[in-house]
Each structure stands twice: as structure tokens, then as C-alpha cells.
């Protein structure tokens, strides 16, 4: 009872402080990217390891503590870390009421219904910004990130370039093909370059499909980002429709380096210049 | 071929409107209505035979439809026709209308291998996921025969080793899903049995061994026909009964072992070909072995073709593997009230009763005082930022570890009398309250909060759970009514309103979409999200459930004797049973909503209660839920420990130290 007390004094203490929050815990890989990309470092994120191996940069600290697993953060380390804040989006909503025992939950939503990915990547991080009074911060940030995709846009549109299939590869006989809503549409769409894929996407912007989808289009190309899992090259090169799609027959299949899919604008920043990169690459000496 | 059927003379005389024959008719023009009405849409104005044969290289939809479409009918064809084959030999060689391919494990035990090599040796992969998957499923077939080879390979042990052997190996399976999960993706998809081609690689791969494995079948014809009698019968006709078990269910799992390598884990088919086939009246083993994979194969081929016509207009990639088990559940629902059971005891010997402990009352007091020690070490012990704590005194974490604590024991305290009943109720060792589907009604429920109302806190979560434990449980009073609440019938329901709500996880998960994770995490029983108050509830629900069941133990020891028996000693058998379900479901129920439908507790339990000299109805009942306790009180201390910062949920700790020990016991037996 004596500890309950004390912890509603420091609720109470934490919103009653002027100064924005300085120890932060954060939950989610989109939101702790963003929370880099405006200067702060959390105390504390949610499976660093995972963050370390598929989103990279910005990279975090070492020092940074390893909450465990997104879906149930530690609530007796998290309580002794005592942090200010604590940061979630609405899919680790369920363990909202635990959270907010410890400290102030903000839940910020990246994806959502109602804004395509990349404007709720700015949104959010406006949001941000705002919690922690680094409005210019972040205002900066979109502009620097809006001002860096037109200047792709205008590299690109120099060459001649096909619709995008945008992809990640589950196995030989399966891909991941991202269309509406994601954070990759919303960057194809600020740098001019046409989706192949018009269909339906799930809440994330993706949507599961056996490969032979991609002979819908022929003219396509297909752009997916590593890593590959395990064994999918071996079995591509055994697949005869494969081998057999206008797109790989002709070369207009590109692998680009690992980005996060469901994260925030600096995941856009890096897949924009990882298209301007390789395209001009390949279009550019026609 | 329905003239073979009419002449042996073992098969009652079948006109045609009662054999299979009517139904794969049916099933053929569905499947030529759908072949027809596809390749329309896929080659206007373009030779279809030449596209199937010899496509033209330059039309993209020709080699969509040579090197994509036919390969993938082919394929359904097949891997129905094997997974149906293997049923059959399976169903006859255990004498169990419900034994199936996944009877043995081989489908968790080569959805393991997979995770394992995904995870830890990529480079076996490259050789073949076929063979990976191949070693995984026939090391966990091996397993469960092993367990089993003590006592002659007899169809009850069998089958309650593949179970246990299966849960064990879909408790470390889940727990490597919950930790690595992105890695995992790919695995989704293969368990989930996706059908989708695009070589003739899989059909190559495939033909070959379907056919050795007819010819090998072959020579086994006549003695597995012989099986239809008792041991002692078949004995004395002189057909050697371990070699000829052992032989022909390595048969089985080598088809179904192929099948699963190749396209994933297609469970349904090969349970329900057989069964219907033998309910239209193919009662021969030879009738059965003509007609069970051929409604195999249309069954698979006519579900297939209408997923990819219905896939067009669905965002997410329907897996037919999942898809199959989706529309099997109601069809086992509609065939149950149709299905002949030999009703009571199970053939084949039944399990030895271990020794009677003298004293129950010491024995019931020892497990007291290691449950009370458990509970202090779980409260006590922990690990925090400094490495390993021991701290009382520290009020805040105490607030943070006893609301855990006591859920944990409260749910396996039900879990296990539950188990108990349940087992003692249909004279079964498989019986779990998990069979009884409540504990997957409940999560039905929560999938649907999940999905509908994405936002939404624990109390939502819990009213809608209830809702789904509540359904079920009626669902199952209707539906078992009529038959008296007969024992197989009961545990028949369940188990296909567990297969139901197994095909809309997977389903889920192999979506990929992220809060499938959520999902997992509460399935396998997470005592994380558990309040104060809940604790509270549970715990006070347990104890007045505990209550209830203490006056029922007459009937918990006369019920198992046979239904003759217990009715001539004054049970009265529709009332005794309808009490005790009633009982059995509201504390599944309960222990559900805490730490999800994972309930190897329920299994384990009353079996370590027994192996502890606890025969009697009350001081197994006890002596269980003493036990459930302090198992679940440790699964959850170790599930917050072992990995720190990560944390384990309890129920899958539960399965795993539970499982482990329950193979070891079995084994020595």
C-alpha cells in the first residue's frame, strides 16, 4: 500500500513537472526510430536485439536496457527503471493498463485507418515532437525528409521507368507485396515512381501472395528488400515459372538492402535513397 | 470398383445410394464445374490443351497456367490421395476413428525441424526443406513409438504418446514463434499448408513416393485386414501383430512425412476421407483403401479450387491446409450424430493402475507443504536490473508478482480438476479439458476482440471469452444430449470444435499480420495481463468450484467401471454426466481466460496424481489439484526467469516441464 502511494505521488509529481519527460521507455521500433531521429536517447526500448538486427539505423546506444518482448515488456524491470514515459502504439494496446502503473503511456499510431503510412509517420512524429517540446526538432525532420524525396523524385524522373512491384519474400513460392496504406506507397507516391501492385492491402499496407501474382503485370519490375530467407535463392533458380517471368527473364528484378517495413519517416528517408541509388543505377546509362 | 466392394465377404450388401461412389460424383463435377469456369477467366480465345501440354513461351498467362495452375491440381490431387491413404492405414492399424496423420506427431515434429534449422542452420535448408522436414517428422514418429514399445505398440498408448508427443513439440514450436517471430514467417505459411506451385518440382517430388508406397502396401493388405479382429483373434490366426503395426504406420508416416515436407500441414483430409468413406458404407479395408484417397483427392482439389476462386477478393492468402480443417470441423459436427462408435471402454488393453499409496492423507499433506514452498519461492525469488534478487520486503514488486502467482495457481488448480473429472468421466487417459473445446471457444472469443475491436482492455477481452466458453459449452450440452452424454462422443464434439478454432489461428498467424502475435502470446497462457482483481476472482471462482466438485466423487468412482456397472450400482448416468461436463466446462472456462487454452495441466495432473499412488476418486481430485498448483506456480516463476528480460508465459512452461516428465513416466511404464 506504501508503494502504491509513493508510485501515485510520482504520477502525480511527473505531470504536475514542467520539464518534458527525460527517462523514456519505448515499445515500439517505429516510435524509438522516430525518438532517435529527433536527438533523444530512451532509457529503455523493447527487444533491442530484434531493433538492432532489422531496423539498424539510427543505431541505438549500448547502454540503452532490453526490455524483452514487445507484446510484454518487463513490468518489474520497467517499474525499477522508473521511467517518466513510456511510449506504445495501439497494437501493444493490451498492455496499456499494466504500463500505465508505472508511468504516463502515450500511445502514438503510425498506421491507422483514416491517414495513408507516411502521413501518419508524420503525424506521429509531429506528436513527438510536441511531448517533448522539440517542435522545431521536428518540424525540421519532415522538412529535411520531405525536401530529400522531391530530390529523388526529380533524379528519377529524368529516366524512363516502369511500374514497382514492392516486395519482401516469405519463401520460394510466396512474397509479401506492399500496396495501400503502407509507408512504401506513400514514398512511391512522393517520388513518382507507379505501384504494380493495385490490390487490396491488409492494416499494415501488405498483402500475402503466391509469386505467380507477379505475371499480373508483365511490364513490371519487381523491387524486394533483403535479407532473402534461408534457401529462397536455391529454390527460385529451381522454379520454372520463376526463371520464366517477363521481369526476371529481362533483368528488371532488384534487391535493395534491409529496411524495416512498418516503421517510421527515417525508414522512408533510407528506402528513398536506396531506390534513387539503384535505379539510377540501372536506368541511368540508357 | 463398388463390385469389389459388394463381393467380399466381409462387407454388408450396399446398394448405391449408400456407397462412396454418389459422393465423389458430385465432388468430380464441382471440381470440373470449377476447372472449367477458372480456365475460362485464365485463357480467353486461347487452346486450353495446348496451354496445359506445351505453352506458348511468350503468353505469360499460358505459363501461368502450365508451370502454376495444373501443377498446383495435380498437387492437390496428390497430397489428398496420400494424406487420405496414410488415414486409412493409421485408423486401421490403431482401431481409432480419429487417428490421422497428425495422430503420430509427424506434423509438429517436422514444423520443428523447420524453426530449428530456420533459425540455427540455414544452410541445412539449402539442401531441402523436404528433408529437413522429413527427419523432424519421422524423429517425432520414432519418439512416439518408443514410448509406446513397451506395451507392444497397443493403439491406446500409441495414440496417447503422438498426443503428447504433439503438444510437447507445438509448446517449443510456439515459444520459438514468440521469440523470433519475424524470422518465422515462412514457417506460418508451411504449417498452415499452402498449396500454391510453381514448378512441377513438388509433383516430381511427390508421384514417386505415393507410388512406393502403394507397392509396399501392398503385401500388408491381408493382415491389416485381419486387424478388424481383437490381439488375441488376429494373434491366433498367426499374423504378427508388433511387426505388422510397426511396419505399416511406418508407411503411413513416410506419405504423410512427404506430404508434409512439401506443402505443409493439410491435417483435416486425412481424418475425414476415411471416416466419410466408411460411413457411406466402405466397411472393408479394401473398399476403404480404393475410396478413402480418391474422396481425398477431390475433397482437397474441389476446396483448393474454390480458395483461389474466392482468394481473388480477399486481401490475406487463404493457406488450403488451414482452409480445409475450416469447413472439416462442421462436416465432423454433421457426421458425428451419424458416426457408429462402440460406446465405453476403448479396445485393447486399458492402462495398468499403479500401486495404492497406503496413507493419502500424508501423501495429500506432502504435496500441501511443496506447494506452499513453491509459492514462496515464486514470490520471493526473482530476477530484476542487478541479477538475481531475493526480496520480500520490496512491496512494489510483491504488488507486481501476487496477483501473478495467484492466477497461475488458481488456473492450474482448475485445469486440473477438470482434468480429472473429464478422464474419470470417460474411462479416458487422453481426455483433457482441452478436448472438450470450451478452453478453444474461449479463445474464439478473444480472436474476435482482437479483430473487431482492436483496442479494447482486459475487460472486453474477458466478457467476449465468456461469451465464446459459454457457446461452446452449450453447443456441446445440445449436441451431446441426445446420445445421453455418451463418453466418445463427447470428447468426438470437442475435439472438432478444437480442429474449427486450430484452422482460424493458423489462418491468422500465416496472414502475417503483426497482432497475430498478440494472439500467440495469450494462447499460450500468459498470466502477464492479470490484475489485482482478477487474481481475486479466479481464485475465489476455483474455490467454490473446487467445492462443488469434492460431493461428486462417488460417481467419479463408479462412473469409469462401464456404463452397466455404475447404472447397477444407482448412478444415474444422464444427471451424473450432465453435472460433471457442467463442472468439467465451467472450470476450463475459468482457467482459460487467465492463461489461455493450453491446458496440459489438465492432462498432467490427474495422471501424476495416479503415478503418485492416488487411486481413488477424492484424493486424486486433490491430490491434482495440488499439483496443477504448484506446476503452474513454477512454469510461471520459470517462464519469468529463465529468458529475463523476456518472459515466457506460464502455460507454455507448463507443457514443457509437464510434457517432458509425462514422457518419461510414460516410458517407464
Known amino acids: 500500500m506504501r508503494a502504491w502511494l509513493a508510485l501515485c505521488l510520482l504520477l502525480i509529481g511527473c505531470v504536475a513537472q514542467a520539464a518534458p519527460p527525460q527517462r ?94 507516411y502521413v501518419g509517420a508524420q503525424q506521429v512524429t509531429r506528436e513527438l515532437a510536441a511531448l517533448l517540446e522539440r517542435e522545431a526538432e521536428g518540424e525540421a525532420l519532415i522538412e529535411r525528409i520531405d525536401a530529400r524525396l522531391l530530390q529523388v523524385r526529380q533524379r528519377l524522373s529524368q529516366y524512363p521507368l516502369p511500374a514497382f512491384y514492392i516486395a519482401t519474400f516469405l519463401d520460394a513460392r510466396h512474397v509479401r507485396l506492399f500496396g495501400k496504406q503502407s509507408l512504401y506507397q506513400g514514398v512511391l507516391d512522393r517520388v513518382g515512381l507507379r505501384n504494380a501492385w493495385q490490390g487490396p492491402t491488409n492494416y499494415w499496407g501488405f498483402t500475402q501472395a ?41 533483368q528488371r528484378v532488384y534487391g535493395l538492402p534491409p529496411v524495416w517495413s512498418f516503421n517510421g519517416l527515417l525508414a522512408a528517408e533510407r528506402f528513398a535513397g536506396l531506390l534513387e541509388q539503384r535505379l539510377s543505377k540501372e536506368y541511368g546509362h540508357d | 470398383m463398388t463390385e469389389s466392394v459388394a463381393r467380399l465377404p466381409l462387407g454388408p450388401r450396399q446398394g448405391f445410394n449408400a456407397s462412396p461412389f454418389w459422393l465423389c460424383a458430385l465432388l468430380l463435377l464441382g471440381v470440373a464445374a470449377l476447372v472449367i469456369n477458372d480456365l475460362t477467366l485464365r485463357l480467353p480465345g486461347t487452346p486450353w490443351l495446348q496451354a496445359l501440354w506445351q505453352p506458348d513461351e511468350g503468353d505469360i498467362r499460358q505459363l501461368v497456367v502450365h508451370y502454376s495452375w495444373l501443377p498446383r491440381l495435380c498437387m492437390a490431387a496428390l497430397c489428398g490421395a496420400t494424406l487420405a491413404l496414410a488415414g486409412t492405414v493409421m485408423q486401421q492399424v490403431l482401431r481409432n476413428p480419429l487417428a490421422s496423420p497428425t495422430t503420430l506427431g509427424v506434423a509438429s515434429g517436422a514444423q520443428l525441424a523447420l524453426v530449428v534449422a530456420t533459425l540455427w542452420a540455414p544452410g541445412l535448408l539449402l539442401i531441402g526443406r523436404e528433408w529437413v522436414a522429413m527427419a523432424g517428422g519421422g524423429a517425432a514418429a520414432l519418439l512416439v513409438f518408443s514410448l509406446a514399445w513397451k506395451r507392444g505398440l497397443a493403439p491406446l498408448t500409441l495414440i496417447l504418446a503422438g498426443l503428447v508427443v504433439s503438444l510437447y513439440l507445438s509448446a517449443l514450436n510456439t515459444s520459438l514463434m514468440l521469440i523470433q517471430q519475424q524470422d518465422m514467417n515462412a514457417v506460418f505459411i508451411w504449417g498452415s499448408g499452402s498449396l500454391s506451385q510453381n514448378s512441377w518440382n513438388g509433383v516430381d517430388f511427390l508421384l514417386p513416393r505415393l507410388g512406393l508406397g502403394l507397392l509396399l502396401l501392398l503385401p500388408l493388405l491381408r493382415p491389416l485386414g485381419l486387424l478388424e479382429l481383437d490381439d ?48 457411406l458404407g466402405a466397411r472393408t479395408l479394401r473398399a476403404r483403401l480404393i475410396w478413402a484417397p480418391t474422396l ?105 508478482r501476487l496477483p501473478r502467482v495467484t492466477a497461475a495457481a488458481a488456473a492450474g488448480l482448475m485445469l486440473a480438476i477438470a482434468g480429472t473429472l473429464i478422464q474419470r468421466l470417460t474411462g479416458n ?69 478444437s480442429a474449427f478454432f486450430d484452422a482460424l489461428q493458423v489462418i491468422i498467424l500465416a496472414g502475417g499480420d503483426p497482432r497475430g502475435q498478440n494472439l500467440l502470446s495469450w494462447l499460450s497462457g500468459s498470466t502477464y495481463f492479470v490484475t ?20 461428486c466423487a462417488r460417481w467419479l468412482e463408479l462412473l469409469p467401471l462401464g456404463d452397466s456397472s455404475a447404472k447397477a450400482l444407482g448412478v444415474h448416468l444422464g444427471k451424473s454426466r450432465f453435472y460433471l461436463l457442467l463442472l468439467a466446462a465451467l472450470l476450463t472456462a475459468g482457467a482459460t481466460l487467465v492463461v489461455g487454452p493450453l491446458s496440459f495441466i489438465g492432462l498432467l495432473a490427474p495422471h501424476l496424481a495416479r503415478l503418485l499412488g492416488l487411486t ?31 518472459q515466457l508465459p506460464a502455460g507454455l512452461l507448463a507443457s514443457l516441464v509437464g510434457g517432458a516428465y509425462f514422457m518419461l513416466c510414460l516410458r517407464k511404464r
Request: charge should be neutral; aromatic fraction near 6%.
Open chain 2, 296 to 400: 481425398g483427392a477431390l475433397l482437397l482439389c474441389v476446396t483448393d479450387l474454390s480458395i483461389q476462386y474466392l482468394a481473388g477478393s480477399l486481401a490475406e492468402l487463404i493457406p488450403t491446409g488451414a482452409a480445409t480443417a475450416l469447413l472439416g470441423a462442421p462436416l465432423l459436427l454433421w457426421l458425428l450424430p451419424r458416426l457408429q462408435l462402440s460406446g465405453g471402454q476403448p479396445r485393447g488393453e486399458s492402462a495398468a493402475a499403479p500401486l495404492r499409496y497406503p496413507r493419502p492423507t500424508l501423501r495429500l499433506l506432502q504435496l500441501g507443504a511443496v506447494l506452499l514452498a513453491s509459492l514462496l519461492l515464486a514470490l520471493a525469488i526473482g530476477k530484476g536490473l542487478e541479477g538475481w534478487q531475493w526480496q520480500l520486503s520490496d512491496l512494489q514488486l510483491l504488488d507486481w
Open chain 2, 616 to 646: 481413488r476418486a477424492l484424493p486424486q481430485l486433490l491430490g491434482a489439484a495440488l499439483l496443477g498448483a504448484t506446476v503452474m506456480v513454477l512454469a510461471d516463476w520459470l517462464g519469468r526467469n529463465l529468458l529475463f528480460p523476456i
Open chain 2, 232 to 279: 488375441n483373434g488376429a494373434k491366433s490366426l498367426g499374423v504378427p501383430l508388433q511387426f505388422l503395426r510397426f511396419s505399416s504406420l511406418t508407411l503411413a508416416v513416410f506419405l504423410s512425412a512427404c506430404v508434409v515436407s512439401v506443402v505443409g500441414v493439410i491435417g483435416f483430409i486425412g481424418l475425414a476421407a476415411p471416416a466419410l468413406v466408411r460411413l
Open chain 1, 24 to 117: 523514456i521507455a519505448v515499445i515500439d521500433w517505429g516510435i524509438a526510430e522516430t525518438l532517435l531521429g529527433l536527438g533523444v536517447t530512451p532509457i529503455a526500448v523493447a527487444q533491442t536485439e530484434g531493433y538492432r538486427r532489422w531496423v539498424g539505423t539510427p543505431a541505438l546506444p549500448e547502454d540503452v536496457v532490453d526490455l524483452g518482448l514487445r507484446i510484454e515488456p518487463n513490468l518489474e524491470l520497467l517499474s525499477q527503471l522508473k521511467p517518466d514515459l513510456i511510449l506504445i502504439t495501439p497494437q501493444f494496446a493490451a498492455s496499456r493498463a499494466q504500463l500505465e502503473r508505472i508511468a504516463p503511456v502515450q500511445s502514438l499510431a503510425i498506421y491507422s485507418r483514416e491517414a495513408e503510412g
Open chain 2, 429 to 497: 487417459p487422453m481426455a483433457s479439458p482441452e478436448v472438450l473445446g470450451i478452453s478453444a471457444g474461449a479463445a474464439l472469443g478473444l480472436i474476435a476482440v482482437l479483430f473487431l475491436l482492436p483496442y479494447s482492455g482486459l475487460p472486453a477481452q474477458l466478457a467476449l471469452g465468456g461469451l465464446g466458453a459459454l457457446l461452446t459449452l452449450l453447443l456441446l450440452l445440445g449436441m451431446s444430449r441426445r446420445s445421453g452424454f455418451a463418453a466418445e462422443r463427447v470428447l468426438l464434439i470437442g475435439i472438432a470444435i
Open chain 1, 210 to 250: 503466391g509469386i505467380e501474382r507477379l505475371a499480373e503485370q508483365p511490364q513490371a519490375a519487381l523491387i524486394y528488400l533483403e535479407p532473402l530467407p534461408p534457401g529462397t535463392a536455391q529454390g527460385l533458380a529451381d522454379s520454372a515459372l520463376w526463371q520464366r517471368l517477363p521481369m526476371v527473364r529481362e
Open chain 2, 532 to 551: 489485482a482483481q482478477t487474481a481475486f476472482g479466479v481464485l475465489l471462482c476455483a474455490a467454490l468450484l473446487l467445492l462443488a466438485a469434492l460431493p
